[in-house]
C-alpha cells in the first residue's frame, strides 16, 4: 500500500482555516515579521533625526561658531609663537632670527607706511609668528600691537606681501567710580584701585568749574563711566556719563546730554559746565606764586608787583589756550618773560603766557587759537629760577587774578529740550546712588 505523505500529515497536524497554508501565498507570519522590522526602522530613524542629526537651530549654532582668533586669524590652523619687542630690536632682527628671507624683509620694508610703518615698533610691544602647521613649520603672517585695540599684520608670503590693520573687539561695562582726595586727585585714583588717567578726564571736565589746584583734603569724587575691555582685560575709561565732584563742601555736577549743537555737559539746572575761559592753562600742577602786588623776585630779590600766577611744571609740558582767540604777539622778551605769547580773546580780555621752553605748532601772530589749543610748553627761558609757566590775565588792559575770574557760561539746554534732559538726569543719578548702595553693601560684607 501506498503512503500518502501529504494526508499522513494533514492527520497529525490538525490546521485550522487561518493557518491554512495556500499554494502561491506567502505565509502570514513572515507578514508579521515585516511590519514589525518595518517600525523599529521607522522608531530608529526618529531617533536618530531627533539626537544624531543638528536640528535647524542646531546648524545655524554649528554654522555660526568661531574659530579661536588671534590678530584676525584661526588659532589652531598655525602654530603660534607669542612674544614682545625688546630693547633696540627690529623688525628685520625679529624675522631674520624665524627664517624670512633678507628679500622677503626688504620688500616688506619698502611696503606704503600709510596702514603701519615698520620703523616704529616700540620696545615692550606684543607680537605673534603664525607659522605653517605642515613639517616646514614656514612663517606664514608676523602680527604687531599697537595698543590694546589696534593691531597690525603683515602677510609673509613673498609673492604676496602686504600689510592691513586690525582692531579687537571692545567690551563695555558700566561702572562706578568713587573716592576721596587725601594728597591729590592722582594719588585719589591709586588709592581706589581705579586707572589714573581718570584724574585726566575728570580735570578735563570739571576745568571750567574747579581750581584742581586748590582742591582739598576730604573732596571727593563720583564718576559713572564705561569701563572698556579687550579679551577680558580692562584696557581704560571710556565715556563718562555723569559725575559730581564735591570741591570744599560744594557739589558740582556733569551730565551727559545730546542736544541740536552736539554732545555736552551740563550741571543738574541744564547749564552748560563749559565756560568762556578754562581755570588753568595746564594740568594738574602745583601753583608756586599767586597773584600779588609786592612779591620779592626769586632773581633780581627785589619787591615788586607780580600780577600773574606761576604754575610750577616740569620743561616740556604742554601750555593750552584757556579760551578761542587770536594770537597778538609771539617773541622772545628781552626783559625777563623769555619765550612769550599773547592773546586776544574779546573785546574785554587777553591772557599772557611767559618762560616758554617752545611755542606750539602753528603759533603765530594773527593766528586763531581755540580753547585748550597747545600754544606752547613749559620752560625756564627769560628770568626764571626754574621751569614754570608765568600765565596773565588781563581785563581791559588791567591785571586781574586768573583765579578770581569768574566766566559766562555757554549754551544750556534749550527749552525745548528740557524734558528730556532733566528725565535723563534723573535717571543717571538714580543709577548712580544705586550702584554706589551696591557698593557699600559689598564692602560690608
Known sequence: MKLNIKEHLKGLIPVSRGQRIRKGRRPEWLLGIALFLLLVFTFARIMWNNYMIPSVDQKEDILLAEPHLLYG??????????????????????????????????????????????????????????????????????????????????????????????????????????????????????????????????????????????????????????????????????????????????DFYAIHFEQEDGQSYFDEQGRSIRKEFLKAPLKLYRISSRFSAARLHPILRIVRPHF???????????????????????????????????????????????HLSKFGPGIQAGTRVRQGQVIGFVGATGLASGPHLDFRVFMNGSPVDPLKIKSPPANPVSEQNKAQFEATRDRLLREMKSMKAALAKKKTD
Open 73 to 250: 586669524l584661526p588659532v589652531d590652523s598655525f602654530h603660534v609663537e607669542e612674544n614682545s619687542v625688546r630693547n633696540n630690536e627690529n623688525l628685520s632682527d625679529i624675522l631674520l632670527d624665524r627664517g624670512v628671507s633678507p628679500q622677503t624683509i626688504d620688500k616688506i620694508a619698502h611696503l606704503p607706511s600709510t596702514t603701519f610703518d615698520v620703523r616704529k615698533m616700540k620696545a615692550g610691544k606684543d607680537y605673534a609668528l603664525f607659522y605653517s602647521k605642515d613639517s616646514l613649520r614656514a612663517p606664514r603672517y608676523f602680527a604687531y600691537s599697537d595698543n590694546p585695540v589696534d593691531y597690525y599684520v603683515i602677510n609673509l608670503s613673498p609673492d604676496s606681501c602686504r600689510i592691513h590693520a586690525g582692531k579687537n573687539e571692545v567690551n563695555t561695562r558700566k561702572s562706578l567710580a568713587t573716592g576721596v582726595i587725601n594728597s591729590s586727585l592722582w594719588n585719589a585714583m591709586k588709592e581706589s584701585n581705579l586707572d589714573p588717567m581718570m584724574a585726566i578726564q575728570l580735570s578735563e571736565l570739571f576745568a571750567w568749574s574747579i581750581d584742581f589746584f586748590a582742591i582739598q583734603k576730604g573732596d571727593h569724587f563720583t564718576v559713572l563711566y564705561d569701563q572698556d575691555f579687550v579679551k577680558g582685560e580692562q584696557i581704560g575709561v571710556g565715556h563718562i556719563h555723569a559725575a559730581i565732584f564735591n570741591a570744599s563742601g560744594q
Open 308 to 354: 600773574g600766577v606761576d604754575y610750577a611744571a616740569p620743561t616740556g609740558t604742554p601750555v593750552f589756550s584757556i579760551g578761542d582767540g587770536v594770537v597778538q604777539t609771539k617773541t622772545y622778551q628781552a626783559g625777563g618773560g623769555g619765550n612769550f605769547v599773547k592773546i586776544r580773546h574779546n573785546s574785554v580780555y587777553t591772557t599772557t603766557y611767559m
